[in-house]
């Protein structure tokens, strides 16, 4: 039997051919016209691009009728609250747009989202990202053996479209956790076991994702890692690496905003990584305005198409990140006969444990330090099955922890006068 | 106090404060998942002498009430950057003023609180009417509201022991 291509991967697959990489923005807006606007935008942007359609915070804590509420007395969102407008109003602000040259992906961040998920395919968009433990620890509050339930739910809910011929695509958001000052080994270890927990509830196309740090070398490391990982732990299944621009504190000017952007599109194509999301001018302050986000899209494209170099990716076993993220990954396996069983007692035990992370089910007992060259090591590792081997010692003042935050900052901003 | 930054994210319980030390519950409104603006405001209140119940990010109203009553701080401080601050934050000051034995808790909101940066409308005034005994917007940089806390926590509370 062969297995025809989810279009989102189909898509992918023929950007690669031709090594270009494809871009796109996290666009949301709460006013369906603006949406629309946006999309349309994008797409004419002239340059190989996704679509997204990121949702609300209300919708994203499944709060719809409070959504419903705000959109009724024209109260403006920071997403577009897709459960509020149902599956009929986002038909009608997605009517023309999506296609097989023009994907369209839901951007959520919810530990519950089947319903989403639902309206989301009721309106036939088919690709959407998130994960049991990405969109749980960093989003919400909800127990994480709960999101784990939910998830498990709607992945399968997902699997089964292809009974109707519908192929849907999932992404990861393992690759970001905390957005920033987390070693690259443990982002690796999620972004691939939460595309084994989409693989073993039956999803055949997935890409896996990893977010831009502070130290390029390391970067590539670890997407070179992480590209060795998933040829390894997801066979039969059809993969791509998506890299994100920082998601951290993001530089205040626009040159400075600007050039970390570039950075992450150099990046990608060196590592030969298929598709990038892009931050804008605006990060540091608020949402971006449509015409910013299209910016970004063509700035980014445009340095991708001036680094002519053939991606060269690292020779990743070697490498340390490789390593950890592998233990990690093996500790987490070995704990359970399923991720979905493995995952919650790896997070109980700080097999798992994200630094800085607040929710109640994290151990929060790990610590990274962020070296001069903008490498980030483990200086505490807590109870991962992982050796604290930094050269420097993790911040212990506000004025210490403000200054890793602001280490892009202080780079790219120009210095006060 | 140990050595690392930030780590206690329940409720210390039964944890003596030290002379002259306030406690403030530090929380969000329910929609909020950020929690580095919590990492750092919990710092900067121990820095200042003072004791912490950091309850995280997408803190619900009952919780935010329910850790008033048990740990009767001196002061909750609401921090929330999603920009949904001004919707968010009303609903959660209109719940706490409405519990009679909490209608003069001091109670302060800060962060981003809407969504457009400099060019939003100050929500200063509407609320404190709400409620707030402070409000604390952060626009361009994070300076001016943080020393703005600072002030009303020397004047306001710290005065008042
Ligand atoms: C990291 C980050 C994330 C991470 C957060 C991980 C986590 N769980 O913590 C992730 C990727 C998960 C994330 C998600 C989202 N994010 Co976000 N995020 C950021 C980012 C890049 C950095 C934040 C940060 O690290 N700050 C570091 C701390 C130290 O600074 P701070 O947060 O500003 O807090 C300081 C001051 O604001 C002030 N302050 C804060 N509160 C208070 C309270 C008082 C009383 C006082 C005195 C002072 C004060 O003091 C703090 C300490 O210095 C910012 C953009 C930026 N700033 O560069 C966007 C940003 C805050 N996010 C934003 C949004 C909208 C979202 C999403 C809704 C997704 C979306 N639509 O884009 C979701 C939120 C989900 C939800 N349910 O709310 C917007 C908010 C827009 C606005 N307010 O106008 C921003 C500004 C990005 C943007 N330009 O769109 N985000």
Excluded at chain 1, 22 to 47: E, Y
Excluded at chain 1, 69 to 94: F, I, K
Excluded at chain 1, 341 to 352: C, H, M, N
Aim: charged share 20%; with cysteine.
């Amino acid at each position: 039997m062969t297995v025809e291509h989810a279009p989102f991967s189909a898509f992918v697959a023929a950007r690669q051919h031709t090594n270009t990489l494809i871009v796109q923005p996290r666009m949301g807006f709460s006013d369906p016209a603006v949406m629309r606007r946006g999309l349309l935008a994008v797409r004419a942007a002239g340059v190989p691009a996704v679509g997204t359609v990121t949702l609300d915070s209300f919708t994203r804590q499944g709060e719809h009728d409070r959504a419903a509420m705000a959109r009724e007395a024209d109260v403006e969102l920071n997403g577009y609250a897709l459960v509020a407008m149902g599956e009929e109003r986002t038909s009608r602000m997605l009517a023309g747009i999506g296609g097989p040259d023009f994907p369209v992906q839901v951007r959520h961040g919810s530990p519950r989202p089947e319903q989403i998920f639902r309206t989301m395919l009721a309106a036939g968009v088919e690709a959407t990202e998130g994960g049991p433990v990405s969109y749980c620890l960093p989003y919400s509050r909800v127990p994480l053996r709960e999101s784990i339930r939910a998830w498990s739910q709607a992945t399968r809910l997902l699997a089964r479209q292809a009974d109707q011929g519908v192929r849907c695509h999932l992404e990861t958001f393992g690759g970001c956790m905390l957005g920033q000052l987390c070693p690259p080994s443990l982002l690796i270890a999620i972004s691939v076991l939460e595309c084994l927990f989409f693989a073993e509830h039956g999803i055949t196309s997935m890409s896996a994702s990893y977010a831009q740090q502070y130290c390029p070398e390391q970067d590539a490391e670890a997407l070179g890692a992480l590209r060795l990982l998933c040829a390894e732990y997801l066979p039969g299944v059809n993969w791509h690496v998506v890299l994100y621009t920082f998601m951290g504190l993001y530089p205040q000017s626009p040159g400075g905003a600007r050039e970390l952007l570039r950075q992450s599109a150099r990046l990608a194509v060196r590592t030969g990584t298929e598709r990038l999301i892009v931050k804008t001018v605006a990060e540091a302050h608020r949402i971006p305005t449509i015409e910013e986000n299209v910016e970004a899209l063509l700035l980014a494209h445009r340095t991708a198409e001036a680094e002519q170099l053939t991606p060269e990716p690292a020779d990743g076993r070697g490498t340390e990140v490789y390593q950890q993220s592998r233990t990690l990954i093996d500790a987490v396996l070995a704990l359970a006969p399923s991720v979905a069983k493995a995952l919650p007692i790896a997070f109980e035990r700080g097999v798992l444990d994200v630094p800085y992370c607040l929710h109640p089910d994290n151990r929060n007992e790990a610590r990274c330090a962020l070296g001069p060259d903008g490498r980030l090591e483990w200086c505490e590792t807590g109870r991962m099955p992982l050796q604290a081997a930094a050269r420097h010692r993790g911040p212990t003042s506000l004025e210490a922890l403000l200054a890793d935050l602001e280490f892009h900052r202080r780079r790219l901003d120009p210095l006060p006068r | 106090m140990s050595g690392s930054v930030v780590k206690a994210a329940q409720p210390s319980r039964g944890e003596r404060s030290r002379a002259g030390s306030l406690t403030f519950v530090l929380c969000s409104v329910p929609s909020d998942s950020h929690m580095w603006n919590l990492v750092a405001l919990q710092l900067l209140i121990e820095e200042m002498g003072h004791r912490v119940v950091n309850l995280g990010a997408c803190t619900s109203v009952p919780l935010v009430i329910e850790t008033s009553r048990a740990e009767r701080p001196h002061c909750v401080v609401v921090s929330t950057v999603n920009g949904l601050g001004c919707i968010d934050g009303a609903g959660l000051i209109t719940a706490l003023r409405a519990e009679p034995d909490l209608a003069t808790l001091p109670v302060v909101i800060g962060g981003k609180l809407g969504l457009r940066g400099t060019s939003d409308t100050d929500p200063t005034s509407e609320l404190r009417q709400l409620g707030y005994d402070g409000v604390f917007p952060v626009a361009e940089s994070a300076e001016k509201a943080l020393a703005g806390f600072r002030a009303f926590v020397a004047a306001t509370l710290e005065r008042a022991r």
